[in-house]
């Protein structure tokens, strides 16, 4: 006598999931080329290393202050200046503090530089056509082409720009009711590190363009003339 098959039991959210599924209704995920996953990791943990040498330069001058000596205005990622602050501070305990960021510091310089030059090789190799793109744009640089390469993957997997610009975190949906305004929401739903990048690239690309800075002005005023109008009469 032949067993009887297994009836597998959906509860109630997996057999909504199942139908819309079905339906063509459920958006499913994205599925990231696997030949690209290590490499995007691997820059995704050089930000935030970045990120904590950046918290290691801030300690020095904040103990600068604290001490109340002279502040400085080093740039701790060349060697002359961390051994600038080798010898300022009196106090034996609060030198090796420094000290220790400072070789930390010093360490990061190393392997950071090692690591963006060999993501960079690689990237060349995954996709090249699209690296050599965003580098001749101005206000991209290499880690900047980088972020956006390998958190992008396929662009084509972005039907409008408008899907795009949503992803990367650059529009913000409004939360409405009878007409009615109740801010933002959804904030956080895309992709911090695009959000990140763009954010620099126009903060660069505004940097000594005067043609662009003027486009700015001119889309600015003409979009606070347009809130004016919309607001309603007292």
């Avoid at 690239?201 to 700015?216: D, M, S």
């Amino acid at each position: 006598m032949a067993a009887k098959p297994k009836m597998i039991a959906l509860t109630p959210i997996s057999y909504k999931i199942a139908h819309l599924i079905r339906g063509g209704n459920f958006p499913l995920a994205y599925v990231y080329p696997p030949e690209m996953r290590a490499a995007r990791d691997l820059l995704r943990r050089r930000t935030r290393i970045v990120r904590h040498g950046a918290d290691l330069k801030a300690h020095v001058k904040n103990t600068t202050s604290q001490y109340n000596l002279p502040p400085n205005n080093l740039d701790l990622k060349y060697p002359c200046a961390r051994e600038a602050m080798r010898n300022c501070f009196d106090d034996v305990f609060v030198q090796r503090n420094i000290d220790l960021d400072l070789n930390i510091i010093a360490f990061y310089r190393h392997e950071l530089s090692s690591i963006e030059c060999f993501i960079e090789k690689h990237a060349k190799h995954h996709n090249g056509r699209d690296y050599h793109i965003l580098t001749s744009f101005p206000g991209i640089g290499r880690i900047l082409a980088l972020t956006i390469l390998y958190e992008v993957g396929d662009i084509g997997r972005f039907s409008t720009v408008q899907d795009f610009a949503s992803y990367s975190r650059l529009i913000k949906c409004k939360a409405e009711s009878a007409g009615k305004s109740y801010g933002t929401q959804g904030n956080k739903i895309g992709n911090a590190h695009l959000k990140w990048a763009f954010g620099e690239i126009a903060v660069l690309y505004l940097r000594g363009n005067e043609k662009a800075k003027n486009y700015l002005f001119k889309t600015t005023k003409t979009h606070e003339q347009s809130q004016s109008t919309l607001r309603p009469s007292a």
